[in-house]
């Protein structure tokens, strides 16, 4: 009876020794790794949720200053038309004169080259496109 005090004593303390415990019952532990498997197969549902993030697609309302139509000044209007357009509508119409005439840099796509026409919009000989917005606004009346 000595000895079946002392077996409950090692059980309560298995982290000690894990290497006897391995040796003994090799059976159970691959039955536990059998029910993890399983488990792991159930996580790439979750993979799923990203589509609950598109359902909410709001459409969105552009803001009523893009959209007021602006007068162009006499040097824009050689390239855009005299017609009054929204802010959104005269990018898009130098951006087709640029793209029409070749104006972009070759090597640096983020570059302008200005023809006669631009160049006294632009005051330059070379702006970036982002710079070429401010620019353009400043046109606009």
């Known amino acids: ?19 006897p415990a391995k040796k003994a019952a090799p ?15 159930a996580a790439p549902a979750k993979k799923a949720a990203p589509a ?16 007021k139509a602006m007068t162009p000044s006499a040097h824009l209007a050689a390239v855009i038309g005299d017609k ?3 802010r959104t509508e005269v990018t898009k119409k130098v951006w087709e004169y ?3 005439n070749g ?5 640096q796509k983020t570059m302008i080259n200005a023809d006669a026409k631009l160049k006294e919009i632009f005051k330059k000989a ?16």
């Not at 090692?10 to 000690?16: D, F, L, M, S, W």
């Not at 059976?27 to 197969?41: F, I, L, R, S, T």
């Not at 609950?52 to 959209?67: D, E, G, H, L, Q």
């Open 52 to 67: 609950k993030k598109a359902a909410p697609a709001k459409k969105r309302t552009p803001n009523a200053a893009f959209m």
């Open 98 to 100: 640029i793209k029409k």
């Open 126 to 141: 070379q702006v970036s496109m982002f710079e070429m917005t401010k620019l353009i606004n400043s046109h606009l009346s």
């Open 84 to 86: 009054a357009l929204p």
């Open 103 to 107: 104006l972009q840099d070759k090597v």
């Open 27 to 41: 059976a159970k532990k691959a039955a536990p790794a059998k029910k993890a498997a399983p488990a792991k197969k």
């Open 1 to 19: 009876m000595a000895t079946a005090k002392k077996a409950p004593a090692k059980k309560a303390a298995p982290a000690k020794k894990a290497a």
